[in-house]
């Protein structure tokens, strides 16, 4: 199993930046998927999630609203979509592959893989 992230980088308060997810080595499209960040002295953070097939996403309170997730299954590639971004949104991005097809309520230890992460950091 492999996940790479790219599309990370800097942007100012308020923009907007998509990271992708490339998956190999695995059914892309039977498994439910997952973005976490972590932030600089913090703990990682769950942030949004989509389940198998078509995907029903959801999402954490803090970026609902503002980030949209999805998946190109064809393209064995799951998307992050992040809007109007904030200082708090400054973290390091992984894609994590969930064990199963359903992704809701799923603890971080749970994943069973894990990308290398791709960094994004929004400025004043």
């Known amino acids: 199993v492999r996940l790479v992230e790219s599309g990370g980088g800097s942007v100012q308060l308020g923009g907007s930046l998509r990271l992708s997810c490339v998956a190999s080595g695995f059914r892309f499209g039977e498994y439910a998927m997952a973005w976490v960040r972590q932030s600089p002295g913090k703990g990682p953070e769950w942030v949004a999630a989509i389940n198998s097939g078509p995907g029903w996403p959801t999402y954490a309170d803090a970026v609902d609203g503002r980030f949209t997730i999805s998946r190109d299954n064809a393209k064995n590639t799951l998307y992050l979509q992040m809007n109007n971004l904030k200082s708090e949104d400054t973290a390091v991005y992984y894609c994590?592959?969930?064990?199963?097809?359903?992704?809701?309520?799923?603890?971080?230890?749970?994943?069973?893989?894990w990308g290398q992460g791709t960094q994004v950091t929004v400025s004043s």
């Open positions: 994590a592959k969930d064990p199963g097809r359903v992704g809701v309520g799923r603890r971080l230890h749970e994943y069973d893989a």
